[in-house]
């Protein structure tokens, strides 16, 4: 509304075209309201009712097996998420019954019709959305936050001991302020305060760097959608959370210097006949504190070291095609109302003008764009192979264009590539990757074999493996 319409009042009741169809504008979503998953920040929000003009190629709002919705119900008053998952697992109980009996599970062995009867529903919390990204998101963040508490803690012990050797020089001031009637109290009091500010500094600092390294982290997201869906700000939450810690750091660190310094013999020091032995009590609190310093930086250095490694493990892994000089872009003519014949032939020119393009050396087309994160799996029969009860038969799948293997630099080691005469209405043929090869054929030349689409005793294999 904002960005695109300036903010216009009027816009309620205005017409948009959204995929060239025409739709009014009924109301504004409220300021930070960003949708439900994490990494996605939709601008329009449309009715699921009108999926089939907005998105003609795949509709799917008659099928009920079909599972793309997020489901989202908000709790009556007194009803827990117990409750509500109960009811919920009695419905879904009734529905998976009664879809055994349904045509399309003639083909399920009796092994996957016993799995899908003992399937359940769950209720999770949805007060944070459902995001992918998130999930995966969490256990590295986790790891990170621990590295960071270890460095926190070797600042704070450095911090500590710097204020011991501070304490020490001051023994004669707090021994006379001791001495003329000052409490340990308030003197304990002022060094903690003292404490407190130095730690409530670093916090006000530590903001600063974390919104720049944050900021950081985020530019390191894979796509730009999720890049400018994130933010680096901090919030109440970050707020409280820095103050917390910068408090604990203050009081715990705080209190040995402090204790220390109280710890003065008065008549002693206010002679100056043992200082020797002040500075003793001092220098053996501050090297027990080097020693913690010393070890649990020895503990990072090895984790770090560690993560380093792991990192260049992940940097040498052959991603099983040449990522240099390799452009990618998606579209999709259906949204805009092209119909199969019309989109075939779309793509037909698209590759022959891409092609005759300066500098571009070949092009390929593929469903799954490459190193998206998405994936298309299906249950398979293969020719010759006996799958076991509780098998994994769903390995993932792509539809490609001739030249795609050549265009991404991956090879074709056995048989051939697709080409021209693989076109609709022909003899179907696939090309499986040498772990499918080796999987299902070990040692024996996967080519002349066939496999097919699901895994029931009634399916036949009618795709010929082809490379």
Known sequence: WRQRFAADEGIIGEAIRVNGHPMTVVGVAAPGFQGVSLGFRPKLHIPVTMKRQVTPSWDDLDNRRSRWLQVFARLKAGVTREQAEASIRTLHKQIITMEVEEPYFANVRAYHKEQFLRSHA??????????????????????????????????????????????????????????????????????????????????????????????????????????????????????????????????????IPAFQALGTDLVSTIKQQSASTSAGQGARIRKALVVVQVVVALLLLVGSGLFVQSLKKLHEIDPGFQPTNLVRFKLNPTLGGYDTARTKAFYARLRERLQALAGVESVGLAVVAIMEGDEWDSSVTVEGYRAADDENMNPHFNSISPDYFETLGMEVKKGRDFDLRDTEGAKPVVVVNETFAARYFEDESPLGYHMGFGGGPNVIPDMEIVG
């Open 122 to 255: 769950v209720v999770l919390p949805g007060g944070q959305g459902d995001s992918g990204m998130r999930r995966s998101l969490e256990t590295p963040l986790k790891v990170l936050m621990g590295f960071v508490g270890l460095v926190l803690f070797i600042t704070c012990a450095n911090v500590s001991n710097l204020l011991v050797a501070k304490a020490t020089n001051r023994r004669k001031e707090i021994a006379v302020r001791l001495a003329i009637g000052a409490g340990k109290r308030h003197i304990l009091k002022q060094l903690l305060v003292e404490s407190f500010l130095l730690a409530l500094t670093g916090g006000a600092l530590a903001l600063l760097v974390g919104y720049v390294t944050s900021r950081g982290l985020i530019l390191l997201a894979p796509s730009e959608e999720q890049r400018l869906a994130l933010s680096a700000a901090p919030d109440g939450r970050i707020l409280g959370f820095n103050l917390m810690v910068s408090v604990i750091a203050a009081f715990g660190f705080g209190l």
